[in-house]
């Protein structure tokens, strides 16, 4: 048999050329093939907008606080789960759905109000799973108790933004929590059930930080073993405090050189069985301001494979030398 990448590919969680788990990979050894993840927007806030610890939000963040792809948020949960599927069914062909409740914390809210948003949702055909996203320091014991029920009716995928380990960027970029905080929250949900998957954001490019920094905020994160993570680019967009900041020539975005170069690298450094959610973000591209290589994604992900494959790179190999 002719030798490919496939053929010659080390890495055990991979039936590609894919050197690092993917997230198609794991939803093919979940539910069996793809699913069509749905966002939702809840009309929640977060505590660095309303004044509970800040306001204005974290410097990048439009308004709609990564909530730009689902539908409007006073429309009922359960009526933008059907829009949103019916924009998508031409993209996607599954009958296997997975909500995401995307916008804003999506648990800073008294818990009954959570269980009003989530549940109509949860009674929809072909739902299979269940993301939500928040922040670490908004779980209530409550809330908690509520998420540890929902894992033991599906596959509940609970997303913790964090960005980066580094409290002086957090400050920065008005995060509204220390890294403590932060492990203090994802310990709480790891200690409430086991069935809950957690999924840890970090963010490369951040301002002020460099390559050392964004892998030194990979490699603390591995010590928690996340059953995912997923790596963003910073993207500026428009009308975002960032946006002035950059507008002023005060930050300048990392180039696809750097950011590939960077990524390829802290893989090494995550588990091998942690699930890889994504490589780079998706901005509003009508909103994009830089950087403009960033509307490529896919020459970005090819760039990272083939980094990979250049240097014998795979997923984890360098796992255990920053966990000893």
Same mark, same amino acid.
Request: neutral net charge; charged residues 25%.
């Given at each position: 048999m002719k030798e490919t990448q496939v053929t010659k590919n080390p890495y055990k969680n991979s039936d590609t050329n894919k050197r690092y788990y993917t997230y198609d990979y794991y939803l093919r050894k979940t539910f069996g093939g793809k699913c069509m993840k749905i966002p939702i927007d809840a009309g929640f806030t977060c505590p660095n907008i309303d004044g509970k610890c800040s306001t204005g939000g974290c410097i990048y963040c439009s308004p709609r606080g990564s909530g730009d792809f689902a539908a409007a948020a006073s429309i009922p949960t359960d009526?933008?789960?059907?829009?949103?599927?019916?924009?998508?069914?031409?993209?996607?062909?599954?009958?296997?759905?997975?909500?995401?409740?995307?916008?804003?914390? =999506?648990?800073?809210?008294?818990?009954?109000?959570?269980?009003?948003?989530?549940?109509?949702?949860?009674?929809?055909?072909?739902?299979?799973?269940l993301n939500i996203a928040t922040r670490a320091d908004c779980l209530e014991?409550?809330?908690?108790?509520?998420?540890?029920?929902?894992?033991?009716?599906?596959?509940l995928t609970v997303e913790l933004g964090l960005q980066s380990v580094h409290d002086v960027t957090a400050?920065?970029? =008005?995060?509204?929590?220390?890294y403590a905080d932060f492990v203090a929250?994802?310990?709480?949900?790891?200690?409430?059930?086991?069935?809950?998957?957690?999924?840890?954001?970090?963010?490369?490019?951040?301002?002020?930080e460099d390559r050392e920094m964004m892998l030194e905020t990979v490699k603390q994160i591995a010590k928690l073993a996340p059953d995912q993570v997923?790596?963003?680019?910073?993207?500026?967009?428009?009308?975002?405090?960032?946006?002035?900041?950059?507008?002023?020539?005060?930050?300048?975005?990392?180039?696809m050189e750097d950011y590939v170069d960077t990524v390829a690298e802290a893989l090494t450094y995550l588990p091998?069985?942690?699930?890889?959610?994504?490589?780079?973000?998706?901005?509003?591209?009508?909103?994009?301001?830089?950087?403009?290589?960033s509307r490529k994604k896919t020459v970005v992900i =090819? =760039?990272?494979?083939?980094?990979?494959?250049?240097?014998?790179?795979?997923?984890?190999q360098n796992y255990k030398k920053t966990t000893c």
């Open positions: 009526e933008q789960f059907e829009i949103v599927k019916s924009q998508l069914s031409s993209k996607w062909k599954t009958d296997k759905y997975i909500p995401y409740f995307q916008a804003h914390t =999506n648990t800073y809210a008294p818990t009954a109000i959570i269980r009003d948003k989530i549940e109509p949702v949860m009674k929809k055909d072909g739902v299979v799973g014991d409550e809330t908690v108790e509520y998420l540890r029920e929902l894992a033991e009716r599906t596959t400050d920065l970029i =008005n995060r509204g929590h220390t929250g994802y310990e709480k949900l790891r200690l409430a059930s086991e069935k809950i998957n957690i999924c840890i954001h970090v963010i490369f490019g951040l301002p002020g997923k790596i963003h680019l910073l993207h500026v967009i428009r009308g975002t405090r960032l946006a002035h900041i950059y507008e002023r020539g005060e930050y300048t975005p990392m180039t091998p069985d942690t699930v890889i959610g994504r490589l780079t973000g998706d901005g509003m591209q009508s909103e994009l301001l830089a950087p403009e290589w =090819n =760039n990272i494979d083939k980094k990979m494959f250049s240097d014998n790179l795979v997923q984890g």
